[in-house]
């Protein structure tokens, strides 16, 4: 074979073996044997995937807020509850409506709160106003499946309610006569005022226990005279601002400031008595105010917060939740009080007092000491000789109140100035 001929020949080899290595490579040549198709094991799994399991309905609860849900006072206390159950029980759905007030929502009933909250599949319902505690009634009889809890009633107590109707509340008695022990601290003037809500048993109890605080706090720490003291009782007409309706507690604060005070205690849900104690006191006024209902309401004006005695919420709704999702609910009246071991322990206490950036290190110690006593029982404030404020005898000579005695409070004590009704 000739030269020529040999390259010729090896040329046409070599392009027939390239040719066959891009086919092998995945070009474009089509492939003359089919791929085999998979077994019949291969394309059934052995195993079929578990159906995709349904998503559990959360358990939904209602809040019926007679204030605003922000308002740094008692509304926002149980919004804050509300929350709290949302992040402590798991599957839980809070939903809510506030301002349900004439002036706010004019018309509108707790009935058709209540009947929109049950079409989104609400199974427990708090009402936490006073001012709901009939209509709770009603509306708990046209859903007998559904549990209300009603916040500072007392018709479990008086048989007056439903079966699905219980009720709550903080034993604030306790915290608000820690307030008027560190109003007793701090005062120069000997005088106090306390701005009001409406007047019935628990606004009474409440102002008369802040005066028993008072005066106890005065006569043991500062080794004054209680008969010196002057403690000013005004009542606007309603929880929270209602212009036409109400007194304006902006002027009444004011007005009891100008009457000689310089501690300022609110029994209030809002919080005109730190505002316009904080705007005196940039005028140059030695005073001082003690605010209700929430924890963080001393953030209004630190200056002149002596400390806020509030509710806390969380843990008697948490309970609450828990019960009537495991249907071991029963109706009854809850007056729950304070964890002696931390008062302001989150998970645990009903009621606490924080103490305001205008105590001193001093008043801070007294208050602590107060606290620690009333823990005790040896500093029962509740115990005779008591007169109520027309003379008519309270509790005689070492008597020590019951709770139905206490929470049943027709009128003011003797010494208080204001009105009893």
């Not at 007679?66 to 006072?73: K, R």
């Not at 009246?333 to 205008?358: C, H, K, R, Y």
């Amino acid at each position: 074979m000739s030269k020529r001929k040999f390259l010729w020949v090896l040329l046409v080899a070599t392009l027939l073996a390239a040719g066959i290595v891009l086919t092998a490579c995945g070009g474009a040549a089509t492939p003359t044997k089919a791929p085999a198709q998979p077994t019949e094991a291969a394309a059934q799994p052995t195993t079929a995937p578990p159906p995709p399991t349904a998503k559990a309905k959360p358990f939904t609860f209602g809040v019926v807020l007679v204030g605003p849900y922000n308002d740094h006072g008692w509304s926002e206390a149980h919004y804050t509850a509300g929350k709290y159950v949302e992040s402590q029980v798991p599957g839980t759905k809070m939903i809510y409506l506030d301002k349900l007030n004439p002036a706010d929502r004019k018309g509108v009933k707790l009935e058709q709160v209540v009947d929109d909250m049950v079409s989104q599949g609400a199974k427990l319902i708090f009402t936490t106003s006073d001012d709901f505690m009939a209509d709770t009634d009603l509306v708990a009889q046209k859903y007998p499946d559904v549990t209300f809890m009603h916040v500072s009633g007392d018709h479990v107590l008086t048989g007056e309610a439903p079966p699905n109707v219980g009720n709550i509340m903080g034993k604030m008695i306790l915290m608000k006569s820690v307030a008027g022990c560190a109003a007793a601290l701090a005062t120069e003037t000997k005088t106090a005022g306390y701005l009001g809500p409406l007047i019935n048993d628990e606004t009474r109890r409440l102002a008369s226990s802040a005066y028993l605080g008072y005066r106890y706090c005065y006569k043991n720490y500062r080794g004054g005279d209680p008969s010196e003291l002057r403690f000013i009782v005004t009542w606007i007409g309603f929880w929270f601002n209602i212009p036409g309706v109400t007194l304006d507690p902006t002027e009444v604060a004011n007005n009891i400031f100008d009457s000689g005070a310089d501690v300022l205690l609110s029994g209030i849900d809002t919080t005109e008595a730190i505002v316009v104690a904080g705007q005196r006191a940039k005028k140059g006024e030695r005073v001082f105010a003690i605010p209700y209902d929430f924890k963080g309401a001393c953030d209004e004006a630190p200056n002149v917060c002596l400390g806020v005695p509030y509710f806390n919420w969380g843990p008697s709704y948490v309970q609450a939740v828990k019960a009537v999702q495991a249907g071991t609910w029963k109706q009854d009246w809850v007056w729950a009080g304070p964890d002696w071991q931390n008062i302001n322990n989150p998970d645990t206490s009903a009621v606490g007092f924080i103490d305001g950036p205008a105590l001193t290190d001093a008043q801070k110690a007294q208050l602590q000491k107060f606290i620690k006593g009333l823990a005790s029982g040896d500093v029962n404030l509740f115990q005779g000789p008591l007169d109520f404020q027309d003379g008519t005898p309270y509790l005689k000579e070492g008597q020590k109140a019951t709770d139905k005695e206490i929470w049943y409070f027709p009128q003011l004590l003797k010494g208080m100035e204001g009105p009893s009704k």
